[in-house]
Nanobody, 124 residues
């Protein structure tokens, strides 16, 4: 499975961005998908996750109400709509997927495949 993120960039405080992550390869083995982020000098942290069906979504408290995760099976793509961005949202954003069924993980160690990341910078 290969994951490629896009959509990052520079935006002012209060602005919006939509990240995309396209999966290729053995996509039938993909179940839950998640977004994580890593700021300089900090550990990678959970942002959002979505179940295989898309019926269940989970968010970090820091982004709840501002970010929305969704997926399009026909396009093998997961999205992260980010609104009301803050400088503290600045980080490299990574998408990830697990081949374990029936779980929607929030821990990095439970994901099997990762993208290369896309930079999001929010200016104050």
């Amino acid at each position: 499975v290969q994951l490629v993120e896009s959509g990052g960039g520079l935006v002012q405080t209060g602005g919006s961005l939509r990240l995309s992550c396209v999966a290729s390869g053995r996509t039938l083995s993909i179940y839950a998908m998640g977004w994580f982020r890593q700021a300089p000098g900090k550990e990678r942290e959970f942002v959002a996750a979505i179940s295989r069906s898309g019926g269940s979504t989970y968010y970090a408290d820091s982004v709840k109400g501002r970010f929305t995760i969704s997926r399009d099976h026909a396009k093998n793509t997961v999205y992260l709509q980010m609104n009301s961005l803050k400088p503290e949202d600045t980080a490299v954003y990574y998408c990830a997927t697990t081949t374990a069924w029936n779980i929607v993980p929030k821990e990095t160690g439970e994901y099997d495949y990762w993208g290369q990341g896309t930079q999001v910078t929010v200016s104050s």
